[in-house]
């Protein structure tokens, strides 16, 4: 048993937005009141850049109802970033921490947050100042390592995977004039969130007919034959594609050349792909195409939230807390998935500086061979992150009336 | 009291899809088999063109479950079209009625599908059959002329209002980096559909910040200006903008150039207008801007369906049964609002030739005068159709730690 650490607690959130990420500040928050030994808890305000400018707000007088309701809230309730820290501005930081006796830190991210939290932990002990460091997991691209998958992942892939029903099911009524549809989803460097606009569908016939991931790259001709393949069969296509779509060379199909347009990891905006291969599609098969671009709507929306991925988010926001408490320092938070029929998960830990700044890619079992398509094991992998089943549409059946003019 | 005028009936679906188009369709078929001088229920399948083509499917043979479903399941179950019939072609239709014993004819759709409508009921008059002929209004673009509004429109509005919330909450968390976010909506004539995205914005800080409809010409510079404006007072800006927004000279900003993409009724397909003007903000302001254009995706989604929509295009479709059987023909039901403070609809008849092609516009009442918002008569004709109040989603409260080290 170590000693009780006392003190006073902050915690952040960073990057993109998700529907859960909430959730996770929620579980950090009623599991810290749980701790005497945790005196204040603070909230960054716009993640790292809070705790360098010194712009933290008191949690704790916060009204009951607005904790309560943080669940049940999108987006990064104490406000997001993407900010990269200067290596002397970790001191800057080690510095506000100490003037506010913060002894616990806890960050709900992915892996550039995993990133800033690591050298905050290496910071801190190189000054011999005792501080828990522990990474929360949080992203929609689901691609932290060491971990079954990502709070965040289970929600957007369900408002894909729904998303892409319904708008299948559009595309299947108007499949006589819409030819060609094209839905474009997030995701910088991994397919993850593309591959789950899968789930909805039951068999060949149903949308979406054809989905690109960035795991494999992009063949101008092997997509155009892919898609006039499809047309000829069924008459219409929806296809499913990634925003981080790469072509031969490894190089994005499309990104903004906008200098403005560059983050500060030097990460440049994406998106237009969809645009561009509906538009390709359109001019080479001489077919009506059209896209559809969802954007930040998928990542924070509650309309269709995984009651699995919402628990979840909670639970590694609650175990942070706990195993902070313990005496663990410079770990995230992992979801470890117990063997079994029955989808179990329980949280574990993982060092900071494993997760740090990797991506984990769609594995490539769960793409079918030709690179247009997901698998079974990706299907099992993934149908248990949504929640509740999928809702189910009814088809009319074609029993036709016999025709009497043209019989 | 009418005769009982004996024989089959005819339901069709046709231009775009919707959430709640099939429960027009299942208040057609439900109410139909209460009526016993019907006998057959028919299904076109997409549209007039099953009519055309002599493909129309038994719907009492469904399975009663099937039937029930409907009103669970967007887009057009029967399939659609958007088809522009040749004046000869109408005599080849009216000979399919007349093979096929068809005394009541249905079709749920827009202005295009009323003025069909109307001159398959000429046609049939002007031979002396007689043909019970209905319009079932429907349209996401609430266009319709006559009506207080349109079957689609309150399940479209409430998804595009839930969705700029939480794109919005999104942009709020992440507003020291994405500074301008343009999010597009359908509306190829009318900003209807743009106008909800404002339904859930409570204060002036909430976005969207701007909405622009083509019933308003777009500036360049004033909405550059606009922009600029609001990132000035708040740090970032969302807007919300219609895809058929015009200029100047009343052309519309963004379309497509390829011919493929020009339907029968000459209508070219609009879109684009984000990517555009979030482009061009960026560029002239310097801020990074990204654009979200939900397409299809916003029109058929059943997550977010407005109840009182759902029980309205029921309504519709069984009072087009009721009026037929009762002698009507050569009309479209209508929604009449009635006087007072609690909302509260019923149904009406109009001539199809008064709707017919005709195209009602968001009146100039409903936007704000600077051309770039919506007013409280707008909020108060559009807030009963969105059914059920909208999510209340927390904020924390800006109780700021005190400052030690820059104090």
Partial sequence: MVDRLRGNLVVGQSGG????INSSLQGV??????????????????????????????????????????????????????????????????????????????YIGGNDSMDTSSKISKVAEKDGYELRVIGVPKTIDNDLESTDHCPGYGSVARWVAISTMEAGLDST?????????????????????????????????DPPHLTY???????????????????????????TVCEGLKNENGAPLVES?????????????????????SGLAGSKLNLKARFDKPGTIQRVSMTTTSKVDLKEAYAV?????????????????????????????????????????????????????????MTGEYREYAIPLIGEPLPKYVKVKKLLVPKKMNA
Same sequence: chains 1, 2.
């Fill in 173 to 205: 009524a108007m499949w006589a004039f819409d030819k060609v549809k094209v839905i474009e989803l997030m995701g910088r460097d991994t397919g993850w969130i593309t591959a789950a606009t899968t789930l909805g569908k039951c068999s060949e016939e």
């Fill in 29 to 106: 928050i009623e599991e810290a009141k749980r701790h005497p030994e945790i005196q204040g808890i603070y909230g960054m305000l716009n993640g790292i850049q809070g705790a360098l400018d010194e712009n933290m707000i008191d949690l704790r007088k916060q009204p009951p109802a607005t904790i309560r309701g943080l669940s049940s809230t999108p987006s990064a309730a104490l406000g997001s970033c993407r900010y990269k820290i200067a290596p002397e501005e970790y001191t800057k930081i080690l510095g506000v921490l100490k003037a506010h006796n913060i002894r616990y830190f806890f």
């Fill in 317 to 373: 926001g609650q175990a942070a807390v706990k195993q902070a408490t313990k005496g663990e320092t410079d770990m995230m938070v992992t979801l470890i998935r117990a063997p079994g029929k029955v989808y179990r998960c329980t949280t574990g830990l993982v060092a900071l500086e494993k997760v740090a700044n990797v991506t984990k890619s769609v594995p490539r079992n769960f793409i079918n061979k030709e690179g247009n398509g």
């Fill in 257 to 277: 050349k906008r200098a403005v347009d560059t983050d500060a990891f030097g990460h440049t905006q994406l998106g237009g792909v969809a645009d561009y291969l």
């Fill in 213 to 239: 991931l960035p795991e494999v790259p992009l063949i101008h001709d092997k997509f155009i034959e892919d898609v006039r393949g499809v047309c000829d069969k069924l008459g219409f296509c929806v296809v």
């Fill in 17 to 20: 937005p998700t529907a859960v």
